[in-house]
């Protein structure tokens, strides 16, 4: 079991940014890679970003974040984070921290594929 809990949520103006937190319980947190999706009201839950078990640069991005959003973790602190740069209005949703075993290219934007959900963190991007 993994329990993750999101934090770094609040309200920021178009063109400033957030930077989100994933902490992550058990001692197998380097066994999942790591996920973050989004869901803005009156849509569907979206994918946003995912990183490798090891991390560094083996991270995959939605094209609407591509150059914008950074994923990263630390493995010695159980935790995952994504810095949001230059934010848009559209970039408004809750925003969850998700965990997986196996990392498949082809899969990455599936939810269904991913074991572990946190509660979520809203963002508000005003104009």
């Known amino acids: 079991q993994v329990r993750l809990v999101e934090s770094g949520g609040g309200l920021v103006q178009a063109g400033g940014s957030l930077r989100l937190s994933c902490a992550a319980s058990?001692?197998?947190?380097?066994?999942?890679?790591m996920g973050w999706f989004r869901q803005a009201p009156g849509k569907e839950r979206e994918f946003v970003a995912v990183?490798?078990?090891?991390?560094?640069?083996?991270?995959y991005y939605a094209d609407s974040v591509k150059g914008r959003f950074t994923i990263s973790r630390d493995n010695a602190k159980n935790t995952v984070s994504l810095q949001m740069n230059s934010l848009k209005p559209e970039d408004t949703a809750v925003y969850y921290c998700n965990a997986r075993l196996e990392l498949s290219i082809a899969t990455i934007t599936s939810e269904s594929n991913y074991d572990y959900w946190g509660q979520g963190t809203q963002v508000t991007v005003s104009s």
């Open positions: 058990g001692r197998t947190f380097s066994s999942y890679a």
């Open positions: 990183i490798s078990r090891s991390g560094g640069s083996d991270t």
